[in-house]
Nanobody, 127 residues
Framework: QVQLEESGGGLVHAGGSLRLSCAAS????????IGWFRQAPGKEREGVSC?????????YYANSVKGRSTISRDNAENTVYLQIDSLKPEDTAVYYC???????????????????WGKGTLVTVSS
């Protein structure tokens, strides 16, 4: 059974850091693209980052987090991480990870066959 489980969210002060985890089970995550998305209250879901399954392990970031976030894989743990530094109140959202066959960007059009999603982890950044 394919599952994705996010963890690592919480309450943090502005300027702080968080590392979110996306633990995969039921499949080998290194053979898939894994994307991170977020949805703030009253706003539409937006793509945050994606790590591709190509040989280069290409990574993509939304402009809103570029330069202060890092997506990475731990294949031994079958887990993908998203580190976000210099957190801002506008980063407050529920963060979701999702599996795709392929990605070459962070918006929904950049994914091919997004099929499984986690339930999300809440990140709250206080000012």
């Amino acid at each position: 059974q394919v599952q994705l489980e996010e963890s690592g969210g919480g309450l943090v002060h502005a300027g702080g850091s968080l590392r979110l985890s996306c633990a995969a089970s039921g499949f080998t995550s290194q053979y898939y693209a894994i994307g991170w998305f977020r949805q703030a209250p009253g706003k539409e879901r937006e793509g945050v980052s994606c790590i591709s399954n190509n040989h280069a392990g290409s990574t993509y970031y939304a402009n809103s987090v570029k330069g202060r976030s890092t997506i990475s894989r731990d294949n031994a743990e079958n887990t993908v991480y998203l580190q976000i530094d210099s957190l801002k109140p506008e980063d407050t959202a529920v963060y979701y990870c999702a599996r795709a066959t392929y990605c070459n960007g962070v918006d929904s059009r950049s994914y091919y066959e997004l099929d499984y999603w986690g339930k999300g982890t809440l990140v709250t950044v206080s000012s």
